[in-house]
């Protein structure tokens, strides 16, 4: 074959790839909790187009809210539907339709007083044993100075059967999880674990960190879902981020009692 011919090919083959992907992306990308539509979302501090400029929701609200809207087994039906919820942190994005479907709905947080309950996650006593039926905690136990002790807290609180929802920072490629109580000022913790207030970072060990203390996880991450569904919601970031400590691969973690 002559060589203007193979490098014909070679372009044909070049643009028909480029057009593929370039039709493959979504004419306008949609908050899966808002509805807002538009051609990109805002930047962050960690990440380029990932805010909805309209609920500020991120990455990890649009993928919880993608995870009970999208798979059976985790659905609102099954997890919050008449379910008795206990919310920490809770998230402006989540809190109005969590509250639509569930049969008790309250909020908890240690230090802002716009809850229901001033609550410290790793010492619950003001809750009976198996009071609730979910709990859910985003992005807090990285706050918390005693995780083991939350996390047997989480167990007792939760009924039978029932399920706690848990995201938490983690750095790219770390195996094990990292703390270290000497690190106490503000300046020292943001350079160490990515925030002034951040105790740890997080490493690929979460899950099984979380199993010993005799839940049974389940992580779904943007690879459970399709790819248009993906990037219509923005459920992973167009463009990862080179801080070492950013989280660029979100998780949603479910733990069974």
């Known amino acids: 074959m002559k060589l203007i011919e193979l490098q014909q090919k070679a372009t044909n083959k070049l643009y028909r790839t480029a057009m593929s992907a370039y039709l493959s992306q979504p004419k306008y990308i949609e908050c899966n909790i808002c509805k807002w539509q538009g051609k990109h979302f805002i930047n962050s501090l960690w990440h380029s187009h990932v805010i909805c400029p309209n609920c500020c929701s991120d990455i990890r609200h649009r993928l919880l809210a993608a995870s009970l809207s999208f798979t059976d087994d985790f659905s609102y039906k099954k997890l919050v539907q008449d379910k008795r919820i206990l919310h920490f942190a809770p998230e402006a994005q989540l809190k109005s339709t969590l509250k639509t479907y569930a049969a008790k709905y309250v909020t908890a947080d240690f230090l802002d007083k716009r809850v229901d309950l001033q609550l410290d996650i790793s010492n619950m006593h003001q809750i009976q044993d198996g009071e609730f039926d979910l709990i859910i905690a985003c992005d807090v136990l990285e706050h918390v100075p005693n995780d083991s002790n939350a996390f047997k807290e989480i167990y007792r ?9 848990l995201t938490v920072p983690q750095k790219d490629n770390l195996a094990e999880t990292f703390e270290d109580s000497t690190v106490v000022s503000p300046e020292d913790r943001e350079r160490i674990f990515g925030q002034w207030d951040h105790l740890r970072i ?8 979380i199993e010993s203390f005799g839940f049974k996880v389940t992580v779904i991450n943007e690879s459970n879902f399709p790819k248009e569904v993906v990037n219509k919601h923005i459920l992973f970031p167009p463009v990862l981020s080179e801080n070492p400590l950013a989280t660029n691969y979100r998780k949603i973690f479910l733990l069974k009692k």
């Open 157 to 165: 609180v939760l009924s039978v059967g029932g399920y706690a929802i």
């Open 202 to 209: 997080y490493g690929d060990s979460f899950s099984f960190i």
